[in-house]
């Protein structure tokens, strides 16, 4: 059976990384990309194409991947004349993944469905460096008959390939997932500054937290910086903000109320207000030990 023809938004750090990971196992891939074309020329390099659209890219390709920042980017690739649902066809797939809002992602998915398309929502895990080495972590959902056909390609991409139910549920448990660290970052986060205040050394602190059950990996990502001034956890304010907050506004979609994702969404608003825009979640130990008393 033939490789399907693989159309690719978004080459970004991540996005470029998997577009390797794919040419390099043998998939024919063409690319949009945005205003930075470096990822771009990167894919053309080894034998890529570019589409002059969303909708040729739809038009010329198998299997449609979106990997981008935000919903209203999903979105603005997807709808509009020139868009992925102008192009989309019978039997056709759409992957997004990114960390989306499940309610945007089914709407879109209804949307493409009435073309005979099929859209999953296929949210990452890892880094780019992992991309590079088609050992990310996949949360895909959608039907499970698309999702079989795609299989042998996410297999190619990711090292844990997981299908976790209907349309939505990749991007849920994403949120859930970003919510859950970025909580526990803030919190590791102010320990650390509330012991810097009351005159505890650092490594003190760590021993005992690291000793008992509060043990995480995002308490050692904290710590990292904390301790060693090193960066192990790249993931920057901004995408922290953005995600807590999609997690709000999936909370309140439900008609539920979040009410530990507040501090965390507000934290993580001052900082940026406050010119930490671009600084990496672990970077919060220093705004936080600056500004503890207000």
Same mark, same amino acid.
């Given at each position: ?127 780019? #460096?992992? %991309?590079?080495? =088609? !050992? ?6 959608? $039907?499970? *008959? /698309? ?76 710590? #990292?910086? %904390?301790?060693? =001034? !090193? ?6 304010? $901004?995408? *922290? /903000? ?53």
């Amino acid at each position: 059976m033939s490789k399907p023809s693989i159309g690719f938004i978004g080459l970004g750090l991540m996005g470029r990384a998997m577009v390797e990971c794919l040419q390099k196992a043998g998939y024919d891939v063409t690319v949009l990309g945005n205003r930075d074309r470096s990822g771009v020329e990167e894919a053309l390099s080894r034998g890529g194409s570019e589409a002059r659209s969303a909708r040729a890219l739809a038009e010329g390709c198998d299997l449609v991947m979106l990997c981008v920042g935000t919903s209203e980017q999903v979105e603005s690739r997807v709808f509009g004349e020139d868009g992925v649902l102008a192009g989309a066809r019978e039997g056709q797939i759409v992957l997004d993944f990114g960390t989306s809002l499940p309610g945007s992602t089914k709407r879109i998915g209804a949307e493409l469905a009435e073309k005979g398309a099929t859209y999953l929502d296929a949210p990452l895990g890892r880094t780019p #460096a992992h %991309a590079k080495e =088609g !050992k990310l972590n996949i949360m895909c959902a959608g $039907d499970e *008959a /698309a999702y079989a056909r795609v299989k042998p390609v996410l297999d190619v991409l990711g090292e844990n390939v997981f299908h976790l139910g209907p349309l939505g549920s990749g991007h849920t448990i994403k949120l859930i997932n970003n919510f859950f660290a970025m909580t526990t970052a803030m919190a590791m986060s102010e320990a650390f500054a509330m012991g810097d205040a009351a005159g505890v050394p650092r490594d003190k602190l760590y021993g005992v937290l690291a000793a008992g059950p509060n043990h995480s990996g995002m308490m050692d990502f904290v710590k #990292a910086w %904390a301790m060693d =001034g !090193k960066i192990d956890l790249a993931f920057s304010l $901004d995408n *922290a /903000a953005k995600d807590v907050g999609y997690y709000r506004a999936m909370a309140e979609e439900m008609g539920a109320h979040s009410r530990m994702s507040g501090c965390a969404a507000e934290t993580l608003a001052e900082a940026l207000r406050n010119g930490f825009a671009g600084h990496m979640v672990p970077e919060m130990v220093d705004y936080l030990s600056r500004h503890l008393k207000g």
